[in-house]
């Protein structure tokens, strides 16, 4: 789905380092949100933000930090990462009926 | 807190049998439940969803059926595919809320 486009695609940094991993959307939705998924864990929510002004926390957020600079985007940022934090990192938006996912960042922390 | 279990892990299946997946909420105020697939390297895309005020509900092969008394919901594949080995997420959406929580996934081979 094109109207949700995430860079980087993939991103390999160093323990310590501070990453940004950014997200935007042209279908006009106010709700975005940041998940990761590893290998038999499933998709766990780390934020979720349901307009500019409201960001909440989800299950694992802890070491994660958010940005919503408009309505379009929403960004993730790792202050300092670390090898715990690789994964594969999805955004998504969502409508009334559904929600509707990024392509994925896939990042390693070395 | 709120939970959603998954089962099961892996589930392998011969081309053209059936497949049934099944899920557990927690949250009794839940009340939407969609299906997304997820094929290798690619994004979750949702396939089916149901509502709670509905029991069952079909798309052509799959289908996915809902217990709210015993706060189940499961979805079957009818006549499988090679096409249809991906990874497979439940999720349940609380009412009044558009925060959702996801299942662990069941990855489905399905053998030709």
């Known amino acids: 789905d094109a109207d949700v486009t995430q860079t980087p695609r993939n991103r390999i940094t160093k323990t310590g380092k501070r990453i940004m991993l950014e997200c935007s959307q042209t279908?006009?939705?106010?709700?975005m949100y940041w998940y990761r998924q590893d290998p038999g864990l499933g998709l766990r929510l780390i934020y979720y933000s349901f307009d500019v002004k409201d960001i909440n926390k989800g299950e694992i957020s802890d070491g994660y930090s958010v940005s919503r600079q408009a309505q379009a985007k929403f960004s993730l940022s790792l202050e300092s990462a670390i090898p715990n934090q690789t994964a594969l990192y999805f955004c998504?938006?969502?409508?009334?009926?559904?929600?509707?996912f990024g392509p994925g960042t896939r990042l390693l922390v070395l | 807190g709120e939970n959603v279990e998954q089962h099961p892990s892996t589930l392998s299946v011969q081309e053209g049998d059936s497949a049934v997946i099944k899920c557990t909420y927690s949250?009794?105020?839940?009340?939407?439940f969609p299906w997304y697939k997820q094929e290798l390297g690619k994004r979750p895309q949702l396939i089916i969803d149901i509502r709670s005020n509905v029991g069952e509900k079909k798309d052509q092969r799959i289908a996915v059926t809902l217990n709210k008394t015993a706060k189940h919901f499961s979805l079957h594949i009818t006549e499988t595919q090679p096409e249809d080995s991906a990874v497979y997420f439940c999720a349940a959406r609380t009412s009044g809320t558009y925060k959702y929580i996801f299942g662990t996934g069941t990855r489905l081979k399905v053998l030709a």
């Open positions: 998504a938006t969502s409508d009334p009926r559904t929600q509707y």
């Open positions: 949250d009794s105020a839940s009340n939407y």
């Open positions: 279908k006009g939705h106010d709700r």
